[in-house]
C-alpha cells in the first residue's frame, strides 16, 4: 500500500494543476497558504466533444491566473461559457467579476450578491451548458451559502471547502452552523453509497480516489472534536480561545483562528442539544 492509499481519502499524488477526471481539469491559483493549502483549486468542467466549458470557483483577483484559466481552456478548444460559486469567501470568488469581464459569462451562485445575471443557483437545479450534466448540491456547514457539483458522468463531485483534499476544513462561526455541515457530509455520504460518487475533486488540495473514505473521515474527525470540545469544556475550559489551546494544542498555532471558528460553532451545537450549559 502507497503512502497516499493509506490517507484518508487516498489523495492522489502528483501534480495538483491539470486534469483529474475524462470532464474536469484544475488550474491552481497562486495563493498558497495555511488556510489555502497548495493555492484555490479553480476547476474547468466541460463535456470532451463540446467546444463550451464551465468554470468553478475562479478563485483570488489575481489577472494572471485568471488568464492561465482562460488560456487552459482556449487550449483545449473551448470556450468558457458559464462561471459558478461553490461559496463566497474571497479565496474563491473574489476573481469572479473580473472573470466574467473576460470571458463575457455570467455568474451563478447561491448568494445573490455574488451573482452576475439573472440566475442564482438553488438545491436541485441541473447545469446542461454544452451537454454538460452538473447537479447543484446543497452543501452549508462550512459557510452559509456552501454548494457543491455532483458530476455524475465522472462519478465525482466538487466540493469546494466542504471537504479539502488535505487535512479537514473549518466550520466559520456564526455564518456556518456545525449542525448543517453534518447534515451536508451526510448528503456527500449519500452521493457515495447510491449514485456512485467516488471521487472528490476539492477547492483546495489533492483530488482524493476515495469519495466514502474522505466522508466517514471527516464524520469521524467532527465527532471527536466534539468530544474533546465537550471534555474541555467540563474540566473547566469555558472559553472558546481557552478550548482551542485544550483541544488543538498539537495544531500550528497559525491555525488557531480557524480553529477558534470551528470551537465557536461546536459550542453552539453542543448547547442547541443540551450537551454542556450555556
Known sequence: MTEAAALPGQPR?????????????CVLAPNPSPMTLDGTNTWIVAEPDSDLAVV????PLDESHLRAVIDTAERAG???????LTHGHPDHSDGAARFAELTRSAVRALDPALRLGDEGLDAGDVITTGGLELRVVPTPGHTADSLSFHL??????LTGD???GRGT????????RLGDYLDSLRRLRSLTVDDGVATVLPGHGPVLNDAQGAVEFYLAHRAHRLAQVETAVEAGHHSPADVVASVYADVDR?????????????????????LIED
Do not use: C, F, N
Not at 455524475?152 to 463531485?157: G, L, S
Open 13 to 25: 499524488g502528483g501534480v495538483i494543476s491539470g486534469p483529474a477526471t475524462t470532464r474536469a481539469q
Open 56 to 59: 468553478i470557483d475562479p478563485g
Open 78 to 84: 473551448k470556450r468558457i461559457a458559464l462561471t459558478l
Open 152 to 157: 455524475p458522468a465522472d462519478r465525482a463531485v
Open 162 to 164: 466542504t471537504i479539502l
Open 169 to 176: 476544513t473549518m466550520v466559520a462561526h456564526p455564518d456556518g
Open 254 to 274: 497559525s491555525l488557531w483562528p480557524a480553529a477558534e471558528l470551528s470551537v465557536r460553532a461546536q459550542l453552539d451545537y453542543l448547547g442547541e442539544h443540551g
